[in-house]
């Protein structure tokens, strides 16, 4: 009875929940079908159509509406917006269908090839690397405005105002593109006139050769100066704001700057309006030293600007470099020096105040080398004249780029001051980029000297990163032919010491002295510094000579040769000293060296005399990149119990006497004319080296002007001498020491055919004897 009563009122229960259920599931549809009744812009589903390449869940990631959300205009648009700014779609819809989004898109091409047509100046190749399009990525008209805007600005800024570029479109299959741009150059905009206004002191010619831009001129074909350049014409602003603060004028400035374009698009105008202002003297100059070791008393000795000299802008910053220099010598890396300015307008004065800020003594923690791929680093920091260790110096760290650039093994050098773990420590950050060191070259060449020449010769000047040297060369000319083997090892036994062998063949044409000579031998050479700037060297030299005459008839044979022919054996010991300061051997622009040497010949062997050399360089700067160079040589050799030898004295003339042929100075032979050599010899040089235009450094061209001043005489043979082949008494000529001057210029191009040098030289004094040359070039060529 029990058990019926539960089974009866189960089942009722479970009858009155599943109402219940069934109610309220009711109710929620009715609410559910009343709020969509209530809200018809609920999105229930989007549409992507049209899209090709991109999946449909690309595209519906950039929206910023999404299913389920009320529709809302604002969103749309912004959703519209980021579609196209992604550069995927050339043209993006999107509206609605009943309750689904729908987006149509218009996918934008595969880019197949860029095409440039026209360009004749600029190289396709250089072009394409300007702009950012690349086959196989998306077209876009955007970026291809941006690549067309870009290569506009690289055709203006290389003078061509005038060019223009029409991008154009081929449509392929499978919705790709080939992109051209048509361009049309056009000519070159030059500048066609320069204008100065305001200007009261100086004329609009001297301010003109002031700045970098020229007029353009048709003989000015080989710079680039005379094209227009907003960048150069911001430069020119600069040059001529230091030009007037040079020479006193503090209140100069440049109100405008304009340059017109002519309506044929062909030249500028360029105007300047300027207020130059009145003159200003230095005043009261004066020192504040925070540093104990640095006093203020000293240093106001030592600045370049004094009280009462005309105002110089210049002077003010190399007083703030030649400050900080002294107290890096004392081992301050991080000085600060400021000059605070004081102006005052009624005396027409600047007073100045230079703040020499306190800064610890520096020390140096560490040096680190960067960029060395092949070098190793003992290469380099055995060059460095600065230690882990060390007081800074900067006096040392500036000789230490000078080392390291001198090896020849690197196209720049950077040592840069860390600061390191505490204030008082620095480290010297050495950059380097390695430039190759190893050629090997067949060349032929012409030239006034050896005629035409052909050459082979295989160099590695960085041995697997050692720097050790390895060569051989040879060449054959008309009149020489020489072989060369040599190795030199830098720092022998890891010691600054230079150890070096070399062996040799030569046979030699001089016809000016009617004699041929074959010679073979071999030669051991060191060397090892003294101080920072002085090193001394020795050699010992052992020569095989076989001298003779050339197969002409008799009469042609100088008597003063006959003792010269023959076999001879030469053993000789040298040394030298030399002192450089030279900032680049190649091509120096400042420094000096002088170095003295002497050759003893008579350790064996059948040779003896005392040889006796000096030569002095010297390099300064005397405006801009002008640069004076002066050079002085002389020798002197004297036979030891006999006379000295035709090929050991010397010969003077052509390429180191220009304006007169090889040998053509000296003692000769009056009938033959065989030049004969002297046994002492000065020559000295002025030349100044005039910096041309940017397109003709472009091209590798150079130019200088000098005049060479020497001669040649004392020979120790009788004065004349009787042929018994022809019955002729034969006399020399030409033996004294009086001067032969020239004067000239010269040219020198790095062509791509190899060095290219060109002097054009006047004999102004010389002796009836000599010989002369007024037109002198060598050409040669490497591949």
Same mark, same amino acid.
């Given at each position: 009875?029990?058990?019926?009563?539960?089974?009866?009122?189960?089942?009722?229960?479970?009858?009155?929940?599943?109402?219940?259920?069934?109610?309220?599931?009711?109710?929620?549809?009715?609410?559910?079908?009343?709020?969509?009744?209530?809200?018809?812009?609920?999105?229930?589903? %989007?549409?992507?159509?049209?899209?090709?390449?991109?999946?449909?869940?690309?595209?519906?990631?950039?929206?910023?509406?999404?299913?389920?959300?009320?529709?809302?205009?604002?969103?749309?648009?912004?959703?519209?917006?980021?579609?196209?700014?992604?550069?995927?779609?050339?043209?993006?819809?999107?509206?609605?269908?009943?309750?689904?989004?729908?987006?149509?898109?218009?996918?934008?091409?595969?880019?197949?090839?860029?095409?440039?047509?026209?360009?004749?100046?600029?190289?396709?190749?250089? /072009?394409?690397?300007?702009? &950012?399009?690349?086959?196989?990525?998306?077209?876009?008209?955007?970026?291809?405005?941006?690549?067309?805007?870009?290569?506009?600005?690289?055709?203006?800024?290389?003078?061509?105002?005038?060019?223009?570029?029409?991008?154009?479109?081929?449509?392929?299959?499978?919705?790709?593109?080939?992109?051209?741009?048509?361009?049309?150059?056009?000519?070159? #905009?030059?500048?066609?006139?320069?204008?100065? @206004?305001?200007?009261?002191?100086?004329?609009?010619?001297?301010?003109?050769?002031?700045?970098?831009?020229?007029?353009?001129?048709?003989?000015?074909?080989?710079?680039?100066?005379?094209?227009?350049?907003?960048?150069?014409?911001?430069?020119?602003?600069?040059?001529?704001?230091?030009?007037?603060?040079?020479? =006193?004028?503090?209140?100069?400035?440049?109100?405008?700057?304009?340059?017109?374009?002519?309506?044929?698009?062909?030249?500028?105008?360029?105007?300047?309006?300027?207020?130059?202002?009145? $003159?200003?003297?230095?005043?009261? *100059?004066?020192? $504040?030293?925070?540093?104990?070791?640095?006093?203020?008393?000293?240093? #106001?000795?030592?600045?370049?600007?004094? +009280?009462?000299?005309?105002?110089? #802008?210049? /002077? %003010?910053?190399?007083?703030?470099?030649?400050?900080?220099?002294?107290?890096?010598?004392?081992?301050?890396?991080?000085?600060?020096?400021?000059?605070?300015?004081?102006?005052?307008?009624?005396?027409?004065?600047?007073?100045?105040?230079?703040?020499?800020?306190?800064?610890?003594?520096?020390?140096?923690?560490?040096?680190? $080398?960067?960029?060395?791929?092949?070098? &190793?680093?003992?290469?380099?920091?055995?060059?460095?004249?600065?230690?882990?260790?060390?007081?800074?110096?900067?006096?040392?760290?500036?000789?230490? +780029?000078?080392?390291?650039?001198?090896?020849?093994?690197?196209?720049?050098?950077?040592?840069?001051? *860390?600061?390191?773990?505490?204030?008082?420590?620095?480290?010297?950050?050495?950059?380097?980029?390695?430039?190759?060191?190893?050629?090997?070259?067949?060349? @032929?060449?012409?030239?006034?000297?050896?005629?035409?020449?052909?050459?082979?010769?295989?160099?590695?000047?960085? /041995?697997?990163?050692?720097?050790?040297?390895?060569?051989?060369?040879?060449?054959?000319?008309?009149?020489?032919?020489?072989?060369?083997?040599?190795?030199?090892?830098?720092?022998?036994?890891?010691?600054?010491?230079?150890?070096?062998?070399?062996? !040799?063949?030569?046979?030699?044409?001089?016809?000016?002295?009617?004699?041929?000579?074959?010679?073979?031998?071999?030669?051991?050479?060191?060397?090892?510094?003294?101080?920072?700037?002085?090193? @001394?060297?020795?050699?010992?030299?052992?020569?095989?000579?076989?001298?003779?005459?050339?197969?002409?008839?008799?009469?042609?044979?100088?008597?003063?040769?006959?003792?010269?022919?023959?076999? !001879?054996?030469?053993?000789?010991?040298?040394?030298?000293?030399?002192?450089?300061? /030279?900032?680049?051997?190649?091509?120096?622009?400042?420094?000096?060296?002088?170095? $003295?040497?002497?050759?003893?010949?008579?350790? =064996?062997?059948?040779?003896?005399?005392?040889?006796?050399?000096?030569?002095?360089?010297?390099?300064?700067?005397?405006?801009?990149?002008?640069?004076? =160079?002066?050079?002085?040589?002389?020798? &002197?050799? %004297?036979?030891?119990?006999?006379?000295?030898?035709?090929?050991?004295?010397?010969?003077?003339?052509?390429?180191?006497?220009?304006?007169?042929?090889?040998?053509?100075?000296?003692?000769?032979?009056?009938?033959?004319?065989?030049?004969?050599?002297?046994?002492?010899?000065?020559?000295?040089?002025?030349?100044?080296? %005039?910096?041309?235009?940017?397109?003709?450094?472009?091209?590798?061209?150079?130019? #200088?002007?000098?005049?060479?001043?020497?001669?040649?005489?004392?020979?120790?043979?009788?004065?004349?001498?009787?042929?018994?082949?022809?019955?002729?008494?034969?006399?020399?000529?030409?033996?004294?020491?009086?001067?032969?001057?020239?004067?000239?210029?010269?040219?020198?191009?790095?062509?791509?055919?190899?060095? !290219?040098?060109?002097?054009?030289?006047?004999?102004?004094?010389?002796?009836?004897?000599?010989?002369?040359?007024?037109?002198?070039?060598?050409?040669?060529?490497?591949?």
């Amino acid at each position: 009875m029990l058990n019926s009563i539960r089974k009866i009122f189960v089942t009722r229960a479970f009858v009155i929940v599943f109402f219940l259920g069934a109610v309220f599931s009711g109710a929620g549809e009715v609410q559910a079908q009343q709020s969509t009744s209530i809200n018809p812009d609920v999105i229930t589903k %989007i549409i992507v159509t049209g899209s090709q390449r991109i999946e449909p869940a690309t595209v519906k990631s950039y929206l910023f509406i999404h299913k389920g959300d009320v529709y809302n205009e604002k969103k749309v648009d912004r959703s519209l917006k980021t579609l196209f700014n992604t550069g995927l779609f050339s043209d993006v819809k999107i509206g609605r269908s009943g309750t689904a989004l729908v987006i149509e898109v218009v996918e934008n091409p595969i880019i197949n090839r860029i095409v440039f047509e026209g360009n004749k100046y600029k190289k396709s190749d250089k /072009l394409y690397k300007e702009i &950012h399009l690349r086959p196989r990525i998306v077209f876009s008209r955007s970026k291809v405005r941006a690549d067309v805007a870009r290569l506009l600005e690289i055709y203006r800024r290389g003078g061509r105002f005038a060019a223009s570029i029409v991008p154009k479109v081929i449509q392929l299959d499978q919705n790709r593109v080939n992109l051209i741009f048509e361009i049309t150059e056009g000519p070159k #905009s030059s500048i066609g006139q320069i204008n100065f @206004m305001g200007n009261r002191v100086y004329n609009n010619n001297e301010l003109r050769a002031i700045i970098r831009s020229k007029e353009s001129r048709w003989w000015k074909f080989l710079t680039s100066d005379d094209t227009y350049d907003p960048d150069r014409m911001a430069f020119d602003k600069q040059l001529l704001r230091n030009f007037y603060r040079s020479k =006193g004028y503090a209140d100069f400035r440049i109100t405008s700057a304009v340059a017109e374009l002519a309506p044929d698009m062909k030249d500028f105008f360029v105007n300047y309006t300027v207020e130059e202002g009145v $003159i200003y003297h230095f005043g009261k *100059v004066t020192v $504040i030293s925070k540093i104990p070791d640095l006093k203020s008393s000293i240093l #106001s000795k030592l600045t370049l600007t004094r +009280k009462g000299d005309l105002y110089n #802008s210049k /002077l %003010i910053d190399k007083t703030v470099e030649y400050l900080t220099d002294i107290a890096g010598l004392k081992g301050y890396a991080f000085v600060n020096v400021r000059p605070r300015i004081r102006r005052d307008r009624k005396k027409q004065t600047i007073n100045i105040t230079y703040v020499v800020n306190k800064a610890p003594r520096v020390y140096v923690e560490r040096i680190e $080398i960067h960029g060395n791929v092949l070098t &190793h680093d003992n290469v380099i920091r055995r060059e460095m004249r600065l230690v882990e260790g060390d007081s800074y110096n900067s006096a040392k760290m500036k000789r230490s +780029k000078i080392r390291i650039k001198s090896l020849g093994f690197f196209k720049s050098v950077e040592i840069d001051q *860390v600061e390191g773990s505490t204030d008082d420590k620095t480290i010297l950050d050495v950059t380097v980029e390695e430039q190759s060191t190893g050629s090997l070259s067949v060349g @032929m060449g012409f030239s006034s000297l050896n005629r035409f020449m052909f050459d082979f010769s295989i160099r590695q000047r960085n /041995l697997m990163g050692t720097g050790q040297d390895l060569r051989f060369s040879s060449r054959v000319s008309s009149r020489s032919k020489q072989i060369d083997i040599g190795f030199t090892q830098p720092y022998f036994l890891g010691r600054p010491v230079v150890a070096g062998v070399n062996l !040799f063949y030569r046979n030699v044409n001089f016809r000016l002295a009617n004699f041929t000579q074959d010679s073979f031998g071999i030669g051991l050479r060191t060397a090892f510094p003294v101080t920072e700037y002085m090193v @001394m060297s020795g050699r010992y030299n052992l020569r095989r000579d076989k001298i003779k005459y050339p197969s002409l008839f008799l009469g042609s044979r100088s008597p003063f040769l006959t003792s010269n022919i023959g076999t !001879f054996t030469t053993s000789s010991i040298g040394y030298g000293i030399s002192y450089n300061t /030279l900032d680049n051997l190649k091509k120096p622009n400042r420094g000096q060296r002088i170095i $003295i040497s002497q050759d003893v010949a008579g350790f =064996g062997g059948n040779v003896k005399y005392i040889r006796t050399r000096l030569n002095y360089d010297y390099f300064v700067p005397i405006y801009g990149r002008w640069i004076f =160079g002066a050079k002085a040589e002389g020798g &002197h050799v %004297i036979g030891l119990g006999q006379s000295v030898r035709i090929n050991d004295r010397f010969f003077l003339g052509n390429p180191r006497m220009r304006g007169f042929q090889r040998a053509g100075i000296g003692p000769r032979d009056n009938l033959t004319r065989s030049a004969l050599g002297g046994n002492i010899f000065y020559k000295g040089s002025l030349e100044v080296f %005039i910096p041309l235009g940017s397109g003709a450094r472009e091209l590798g061209i150079e130019a #200088s002007v000098f005049v060479d001043a020497g001669a040649l005489f004392s020979i120790d043979l009788p004065n004349q001498l009787f042929n018994p082949s022809t019955g002729a008494i034969h006399t020399i000529v030409g033996d004294t020491p009086k001067p032969r001057v020239s004067a000239g210029v010269g040219f020198t191009w790095t062509s791509p055919f190899g060095p !290219f040098r060109v002097d054009f030289a006047k004999a102004i004094l010389s002796n009836k004897y000599d010989r002369t040359e007024f037109f002198q070039f060598n050409i040669g060529t490497r591949f």
